[in-house]
């Protein structure tokens, strides 16, 4: 059975970084696609990042381009998302999924499947 694990989520100043994992079991191989979203209460869930399976095709939304970098180590099939620069507005529940990272041109097609629990990220003063 395939299941994420989302860590990492914390309190930070505006300005601050935080590194949220996604540690991923029951995956035969350490390479695996995966988007991450998040939610912010009242909203909508919006894709925020992903990395296909050989991290050939690598994407971001425009809103964390420049800040938010999506990386993976295959030994302990774990993905991440370094956070820096944050901003009020990047406070939310954040999740991982399985999604293919599926790129139309500059545009990611979300298609997740299999969700992780999330983690709260909270940017404050």
């Known amino acids: 059975q395939l299941q994420l694990v989302e860590s990492g989520g914390g309190v930070v100043q505006p300005g601050g970084s935080l590194r949220l994992s996604c540690e991923g079991s029951g995956f035969t191989r350490g390479y695996y696609a995966i988007g991450w979203f998040r939610q912010a209460p009242g909203k909508e869930r919006e894709g925020v990042s992903c990395?296909?399976?050989?991290?050939?095709?690598?994407h971001y939304a425009d809103s964390v381009k420049g800040r938010f970098t999506i990386s993976r180590d295959v030994v302990t099939k774990t993905v991440y998302l370094q956070m820096n620069n944050l901003k009020p507005e990047d406070t939310a529940v954040y999740y991982c999924a399985q999604d293919p990272c599926d790129l139309y041109g500059s545009r990611w097609l979300p298609s997740p499947d299999t969700w992780g629990q999330g983690t709260q990220v909270t940017v404050s003063s």
């Open positions: 990395i296909s399976s050989t991290a050939v095709r690598i």
